[in-house]
């Protein structure tokens, strides 16, 4: 309850201290996962021109030549949702994966994930996917979606393995559906 006794309305924005940076080791290399700054723009713009085209693809649906200044507003912006960098830990700049966990309607997020090519395979998605989940109660989402291509078998197996619900194959896109329950919400963030 906040000072005036009502409880607070809408998303909460997700804050994080120094320590609670979630950090992982990938084949010997130690990442950190963190909420996305103004700061991080060249950063993810960089990744994002090292991902093959196939890979921006099946993340927007289509090619993304450059992030433009509104779309690095609207991930950094905390009222919208949240998105987070995973980077060299000690090298900031270097950030090779992007989790995005956006608000769509009360109790609904959209969650989405870019992951640099060198990355892919390493389990990395999993473990990202697994932290926007665990991050999904603090803003508020009773439910997680994604929209996938029904031929990216990565990403429909991930969601599946964390209990998503099976969507009908009725087109190209699918909008895959994950409802929280009370065990999903208690998965710890990677780290």
Not at 1 to 24: D, E, K, S, V, Y
Not at 89 to 114: R, S
Not at 125 to 153: D, E, I, M
Request: proline share 9%; net charge positive.
């Amino acid at each position: 309850m906040n000072t005036t006794n009502r409880p607070p309305r809408g998303p909460r924005p997700i804050r994080f201290g120094p320590q609670a940076h979630p950090r992982l080791r990938v084949d010997g290399v130690d990442l950190v996962t963190r909420p996305m700054t103004p700061d991080d723009a060249q950063g993810v713009r960089e990744m994002h021109e090292r991902c093959s085209p196939e890979s921006l693809r099946l993340r927007y649906f289509g090619p993304v030549p450059r992030l433009s200044d509104a779309v690095i507003r609207l991930f950094t912006d905390p009222e919208r949702g949240t998105t987070l960098v995973t980077h060299v830990a000690g090298e900031p700049g270097n950030v090779v994966a992007m989790t995005n966990l956006m608000d769509l309607a009360p109790g609904e997020a959209e969650v989405a994930l870019l992951v640099e090519d060198r990355w892919q395979g390493r389990g990395l998605g999993r473990v990202l996917l697994r932290h926007a989940l665990a991050l999904a109660p603090s803003r508020r989402a009773r439910v997680v979606t994604a929209s996938v291509y029904a031929t990216n078998t990565r990403m429909l197996s991930l969601l599946e393995g964390a209990g998503a619900e099976k969507p009908s194959m009725t087109g190209m896109v699918l909008d895959v559906r994950l409802p929280l329950s009370s065990s999903t919400a208690e998965i710890a963030p990677c780290g």
